[in-house]
């Protein structure tokens, strides 16, 4: 909402001017009815809350697959609901508590032809994964902009150190194939160099590569070109070549 603001000229003395702010106490948004769903993402992954438990250091909420599909992929014949299955899932820490989906899904059975299958959660994480998409996106983004170490990012989801780490670098690599384009119009890069790994051997490092075209333009934030396993002066020059 904007505020109207209308200055006087200055008085004579250059002393003072009068300010007269309006519509402060005036919305013109338009509210809807309170979803949860909706405010934790899961709208768009195809998830519906049905439950909640919260505790001051997490929260855990129970969801369902928001449309019910009991079709045969066999034969088309209605399936018979055979009980459901927990699929445990790290979301987005909401307001830093880390925050897990626990998803009832669905089991069938056709009695046509014998067809067993579980209702589909692609929408809400990959099929082995740890971690919602939305989460693999928000760890992805604290490690890159806001550089977090993954060992906090892991302690924020409630999940272990590889299990954050794996999903954040197949998440980089994902975003970065899926543009060829990302190259276009780079003017102006940054190198940011992150230890991803202590270990008995010394540390493990990742060298992030940003395009800082856009904020230099001042049209938009910085963009991540690519990840790449090792210190960033080596692995910076091989990138280059
Ligand atoms: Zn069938």
């Known amino acids: 909402m904007a505020v109207a603001e209308t200055r006087s000229r200055p008085s004579d003395d250059g002393s003072s001017y009068a300010r ?9 948004g338009t509210f809807t009815t309170p ?15 049905t439950g909640q438990e919260i505790s001051p250091d997490k929260a855990v909420l129970e969801c369902r697959v928001t449309d019910r599909d009991p079709f045969c992929r066999g034969c088309g014949a209605e399936g018979v609901a055979r009980g459901t299955q927990a699929r ?14 626990l998803v009832r899904v669905c089991r069938f ?16 994480a990959e099929p082995r994964g740890k971690l919602t998409r939305a989460a693999v996106r928000w760890a ?8 977090l170490p993954v060992t906090r990012v892991a302690e924020s989801l409630d999940v272990s150190w590889h299990a954050a780490g794996d999903a954040i670098l197949a998440e980089g690599r994902r975003v970065l194939i899926d543009d060829p384009a990302r190259f276009d119009g780079v003017t102006t890069i940054g ?7 202590h270990t008995r051997l010394g540390d493990k490092y990742v060298t992030v590569i940003i395009d800082l075209t856009p904020t230099r333009e001042k049209t938009g934030p910085a963009r991540l070109l690519d990840m790449i396993p090792g210190r ?10």
Do not use: M, N, Y
């Not at 007269?20 to 013109?28: E, G, I, Q, T, V």
């Not at 979803?35 to 809350?49: K, M, Q």
């Not at 445990?88 to 989906?101: D, F, K, N, Y």
């Open 88 to 101: 445990r899932l790290a979301h987005v820490p909401l307001g830093w508590r880390p925050t897990t989906l």
């Open 20 to 28: 007269h702010p309006k519509d402060l106490d005036a919305s013109h």
């Open 232 to 241: 960033s002066k080596h692995a910076f020059k091989t990138w280059l070549s």
């Open 140 to 147: 992805l983004e604290a490690v890159v902009c806001q550089h």
């Open 109 to 124: 059975a056709c009695s046509s032809c014998g067809t067993i299958w579980r209702e589909d959660t692609t929408a809400a």
């Open 191 to 197: 190198v940011d160099e992150h230890v991803w790994r």
């Open 35 to 49: 979803d949860l769903s909706a405010f934790c993402f899961l709208d768009d992954h195809g998830l519906t809350v």
